[in-house]
């Protein structure tokens, strides 16, 4: 999860054998027929080796710390095997030294300061976890957890408890004083400026879904007359309903809209406005979306993305199908994840387990991992502390956040 778009190196086509294996079995999967020898081989300038093949020696005479040079394949099939192979160089005389363990490298690339620093900061960056509290969303309502905020001063009250437990963002959906969802900007701004007046560190994230039955204009407008620092994209229509997960009964029936033109003007409209895009994926059609539109060129790096699992109309928390999501994501993007109900600590702990972020919340779940009613998001924040804890990630402040994902404070 390294962003290298500025710490490109040049290599040389040398290097050393630092391990090596002899594959002595036929597959019809591998490059070559048994015997050959696979090695881990360094290049010169490279601080990783990595697999490939050597050929030219016999697999006996094969020796860790040996000097090798890469042989180029005749056409390109870009692919690895641009590389058709390594081998040795044949004027090296002394691969290894004569004590064990003390193997003869070559003079590594004279690193500058401020190189040196950028490397031990993004290190350290990519320990970092973010945890982002979805304090209410457009559906849950106090008679389902007295913790949901409806008025400005509860969300900011929440806000400044779930920054306290551990969280940098939080997402808000603003409610009416009789919690129904608004998209009326004077309240949303109100809203926003609460949390910012009590908590100025944390990063506020506004959705631009706001609640059903909204026009694109009406969602888009509020994001433009606010300006968060973050706001929901959303990338594909679908149902989005509400059904009992045991009889399969229908309770609300909806189809929540976000065309491609959608896509494209809110998040041109978002870029525009210096609101960074958090760009909602519920299936690998949604990002599909993305990638097909992000080809004009608009959308700011790094990318941002929040996997959702869970809803009904979207797909359930499977690790195979949030491993294609992140495998599918572009060069460099950040991704968090959020689950419906019980999906949401497991949806947590596997985007912690493979260098992601974490979102929680009653918009999410009004409960903690053992059933009791959540006392607020902020119990939330404090459960996914204690797994970024467990897991040996390091919790991310607010402006460590801002840095990861490439916003500029307000």
């Given at each position: 999860m390294?962003?290298l778009?500025?710490?490109w190196?040049d290599l040389?086509?040398t290097g050393?054998?630092?391990n090596?294996?002899v594959?002595?079995?036929?597959?019809?999967?591998?490059?070559?027929?048994a015997?050959f020898?696979l090695?881990?081989?360094?290049l010169?300038g490279a601080?990783?080796p990595?697999?490939?093949?050597l050929?030219g020696?016999e697999?006996?005479?094969?020796?860790?710390g040996?000097?090798?040079?890469?042989?180029?394949?005749k056409?390109?099939t870009?692919?690895i095997?641009d590389i058709?192979?390594?081998q040795?160089?044949?004027?090296t005389?002394?691969?290894v030294?004569?004590?064990?363990?003390?193997?003869a490298k070559p003079e590594?690339?004279?690193?500058?300061?401020?190189q040196?620093?950028k490397?031990e900061?993004?290190k350290a960056?990519?320990?970092k976890?973010?945890?982002?509290?979805?304090?209410?969303g457009a559906?849950?309502?106090k008679n389902?957890?007295?913790?949901v905020p409806?008025?400005?001063?509860e969300?900011?009250?929440?806000?400044?408890?779930?920054?306290?437990a551990?969280?940098?963002?939080?997402?808000v959906?603003?409610r009416e004083e009789n919690?129904?969802?608004?998209?009326?900007?004077?309240?949303?701004k109100?809203t926003?400026?609460?949390?910012?007046?009590m908590?100025p560190?944390?990063?506020v994230n506004l959705?631009?879904?706001?609640?059903?039955?909204?026009?694109?204009?009406?969602?888009?407008s509020?994001?433009?007359?606010?300006?968060p620092e973050?706001a929901?994209?959303?990338?594909?229509?679908?149902?989005?309903?509400?059904?009992d997960?045991?009889?399969?009964?229908?309770f609300i029936?909806?189809v929540?809209?976000?065309?491609?033109?959608m896509?494209?003007d809110?998040?041109?409209?978002?870029?525009?406005?210096?609101?960074?895009?958090e760009i909602e994926?519920?299936?690998?059609g949604?990002l599909?979306?993305v990638l097909?539109i992000m080809?004009?060129?608009?959308?700011?790096?790094?990318?941002?993305?929040?996997?959702v699992?869970g809803v009904?109309?979207g797909?359930?928390?499977?690790p195979?199908s949030f491993?294609a999501?992140?495998?599918a994501?572009p060069a460099g993007s950040?991704?968090?994840?959020?689950?419906?109900g019980i999906?949401?600590?497991?949806a947590?702990?596997?985007s912690?387990l493979?260098?992601?972020?974490m979102?929680?919340g009653?918009?999410d779940?009004?409960r903690i991992?053992?059933?009791?009613m959540a006392?607020?998001?902020?119990?939330q924040?404090?459960w996914?502390?204690?797994i970024?804890?467990v897991?040996?990630?390091?919790i991310?402040t607010p402006d460590e956040?801002?840095?990861?994902?490439?916003l500029?404070?307000?």
């Open positions: 390294t962003d778009r500025d710490a190196v040389k086509n050393e054998v630092v090596f294996t594959v002595r079995y036929n597959d019809r999967h591998l490059p070559r027929k015997p020898v090695a881990m081989i360094k010169d601080d990783t990595f697999a490939h093949i050929e020696i697999p006996d005479s094969v020796k860790i040996m000097r090798v040079e890469a042989v180029f394949a056409q390109t870009n692919t095997l058709d192979h390594f040795p160089i044949r004027d005389k002394v691969y030294k004569e004590r064990a363990g003390d193997v590594a690339p004279v690193k500058t300061k401020n040196m620093e490397e900061k993004r960056m990519s320990r976890v973010i945890i982002t509290a979805a304090l209410a559906a849950t309502m389902q957890n007295p913790a409806y008025t400005p001063k969300f900011a009250e929440e806000a400044a408890r779930c920054y306290k551990g969280a940098a963002m939080v997402h959906h603003s919690g129904m969802p608004t998209h009326e900007h004077a309240r949303i109100e926003h400026d609460a949390i910012k007046d908590t560190e944390l990063i959705s631009s879904a706001v609640g059903m039955g909204k026009t694109p204009e009406q969602r888009i509020q994001i433009i007359h606010v300006k973050m929901s994209l959303n990338t594909n229509t679908m149902n989005f309903s509400i059904v997960r045991k009889s399969g009964k229908i029936d909806f929540f809209e976000n065309t491609f033109t896509l494209q809110f998040g041109k409209a978002m870029e525009e406005n210096g609101v960074k895009p994926i519920y299936d690998m949604g599909d979306n097909i080809k004009q060129g608009f959308f700011s790096a790094p990318m941002n993305f929040n996997f699992w009904a109309g797909q359930s928390f499977r195979e491993i999501l992140k495998n994501l950040n991704f968090t994840t959020c689950g419906v999906e949401q600590f497991q947590i702990t596997m912690t493979v260098g992601g972020h979102r929680v009653l918009e779940n009004i991992p053992n059933g009791e006392k607020g998001s902020w119990e924040v404090e996914a502390v204690r970024a804890e897991l040996g990630r390091e991310a956040a801002r840095e990861i994902m490439g500029k404070k307000r």
